[in-house]
């Protein structure tokens, strides 16, 4: 069960980031207002709190990419 909900929420992230990059993609090639145009200020106004939400990120993405070399999200079973 626990497996199945672990897949579908990366399932789901990568999704919604592949339609954020066709979104990114699509207005820098129309001459829309890219997100990138947003998240800019954002950044320069609360730089603490986009600093913490890098540090969040990359703790994430480092735990699932150099995380257990067995276990629930592992491929591989404990030998």
Do not use: C, Q
């Not at 090639?29 to 947003?38: F, G, Q, S």
């Amino acid at each position: 069960m626990i497996g199945r909900l672990f897949s579908f929420t990366v399932t789901a992230l990568f999704g919604v980031l592949t339609l954020l990059l066709a979104f990114e993609s699509w207005a820098l090639l129309t001459n829309h207002t890219p997100i990138t145009d947003y998240i800019r200020p954002a950044v320069h106004t609360y730089p603490g709190f986009a600093f913490v939400i890098a540090v969040v990120v990359g703790i994430l993405l480092g735990h699932f990419l150099w995380g257990p070399a067995y276990g629930r999200t592992s491929p591989v079973k404990k030998p």
